[in-house]
């Protein structure tokens, strides 16, 4: 049961269109999630996510692909694209849905070269923890050609404690998820959405460049991270 993503990943692509997850937190009552989310192509995909894609050139790392909607979309335009993950259910799922370039691998073993490091959905969230952010940031820039780019987005998510962002207890978008699926759940993983000004302050300490594409009414965003 360890890669209940993965399994729900699959019960969707092999029919079970009602496939749900459920998304439990340290903050909230728990969300569903229709794993249709993960299968959605470029009619339904966000304004953020649609500009990240139209922002890519060159050969594409799509980190943590999931499902595969993100690289799909750009085989169609003609991109070159490794989709990277390491959850067995979805690179099976992408094998057979037609991703060309699949690889089985976490992020932190993955050796490469590529113009442009795609990491969608909060991807900043895989680094764990705040603390984690600057080596997650290493990485992905080392898998970056010289003139490459690492478009990548998150939140800032201080919306949810209603202007009384608690002190004393860590970075406020420091949070733990599990996953719950058809009465199955799974352990609990750290997950970090960053400010647009920590994020910033944390590029500048690593002598790298920060753009942000856009900023949405959620106040999630787009940025695109350069050396």
């Known amino acids: 049961m360890n890669d209940l993503y993965g399994i729900a990943i699959t019960d969707y692509y092999q029919g079970d269109e ?13 969300e569903e999630m229709p794993v249709a989310v993960f299968f959605r192509d470029e009619l339904d995909f966000t304004t953020l996510e649609n500009l990240a ?14 499902a595969g909607a993100h690289s799909l979309t750009l085989q169609s335009r003609g991109f070159e ?10 690179f099976q799922v992408m094998q057979q849905s037609g991703v060309r370039n699949c690889i089985f691998q976490g992020f ?6 590529y113009n442009t490091v795609l990491v969608l959905m909060n991807g900043l969230g895989l680094a764990g923890t705040l603390k984690g952010v600057p ?12 003139d490459g780019q690492l478009l990548i987005d998150s939140s800032d998510i201080s919306y ?3 202007d009384h962002i608690p002190k004393g207890q860590g970075y406020y978008g420091e949070v733990k998820y599990r996953y719950e699926y ?16 920590k994020l910033r302050s944390i590029t500048n300490a690593l002598g790298l460049s920060l753009e942000i594409l856009m900023t949405d009414e959620n106040d999630q965003y787009l ?5």
């Open 223 to 227: 940025a695109r991270i350069t050396n």
């Open 53 to 66: 894609l139209i922002e890519c050139s060159g050969k594409v790392l799509d980190l943590g692909a999931g």
């Open 108 to 113: 932190e073993k993955h050796k490469g070269r």
């Open 135 to 146: 080596a997650f940031l290493k990485k992905c820039m080392a898998l970056l050609e010289q």
């Open 160 to 162: 949810l404690y209603e």
């Open 18 to 30: 009602d496939a749900t997850l459920i998304i439990h937190n340290n903050y909230d009552a728990p």
């Open 81 to 90: 694209v490794d989709a990277l993950e390491n959850s067995p259910g979805c």
């Open 182 to 197: 058809k009465g199955n759940m799974g352990g609990w993983f750290d997950w970090v959405y960053v400010d647009q000004e």
